[in-house]
């Protein structure tokens, strides 16, 4: 077995809609990235790569290459989980915990967890989504951004 964690944060910005987990959940703001800011998605690519001693999302989708400008995230772990199959290795759960004061989470997590076991190739048994606030303390609490942690086990 291998453990890995993944940690991501993103800056709010203009736009109407945020997308977490593969899912467009509407905001007054968007959040500010290179790709398409599923701070999610690239906290649970970390938390891959991590456990099979890959480095990080940054070594392999850098912010500088045009190709991944506005990529759909969905595409990045499809790819992480390209990369754990060519060594033989295998998710076995996801655990992530979002940090948000706003918007409220609750209603589209069920919704996340089907994208992401999908492109994991598990069962979304395997998939756990959560999220708390920072009870409005820090550049979280204060709607400055979103963050997430993430925790993978592969086999």
């Given at each position: 077995m291998?453990?890995?964690?993944?940690f991501?944060?993103?800056?709010?910005?203009?736009?109407?809609?945020?997308?977490?987990?593969?899912?467009?959940?509407?905001?007054?703001?968007?959040?500010?990235?290179?790709?398409?800011?599923?701070?999610?998605?690239?906290?649970?690519?970390?938390a891959l790569l991590?456990?099979?001693?890959?480095?990080?999302?940054?070594?392999?989708?850098?912010?500088?290459?045009?190709?991944?400008?506005?990529?759909?995230?969905?595409?990045?772990?499809?790819?992480?989980?390209?990369?754990l199959?060519?060594?033989?290795l295998?998710?076995?759960?996801?655990?992530?915990t979002?940090?948000?004061?706003?918007?409220r989470?609750a209603?589209?997590?069920?919704?996340?967890?089907e994208?992401?076991?999908?492109d994991?190739?598990?069962?979304?048994?395997?998939?756990?989504?959560?999220?708390t606030?920072?009870e409005?303390?820090?550049?979280?609490?204060?709607?400055?951004?979103?963050?997430?942690?993430?925790?993978?086990?592969?086999?």
């Amino acid at each position: 077995m291998r453990i890995g964690h993944g940690f991501d944060v993103h800056a709010f910005g203009p736009g109407e809609f945020i997308t977490l987990g593969g899912v467009r959940i509407p905001h007054t703001h968007g959040l500010i990235a290179h790709s398409d800011g599923d701070v999610l998605l690239h906290a649970l690519c970390d938390a891959l790569l991590g456990a099979a001693g890959l480095g990080d999302i940054g070594q392999h989708f850098p912010d500088h290459d045009l190709e991944f400008r506005n990529i759909d995230s969905r595409l990045l772990l499809r790819r992480v989980v390209g990369l754990l199959e060519e060594r033989r290795l295998v998710v076995s759960n996801v655990d992530a915990t979002i940090i948000a004061q706003a918007p409220r989470m609750a209603p589209y997590i069920p919704a996340m967890r089907e994208p992401i076991a999908a492109d994991l190739g598990i069962i979304p048994d395997r998939v756990n989504v959560k999220a708390t606030t920072t009870e409005r303390l820090g550049y979280i609490g204060r709607g400055e951004g979103i963050a997430v942690h993430a925790v993978a086990l592969l086999l």
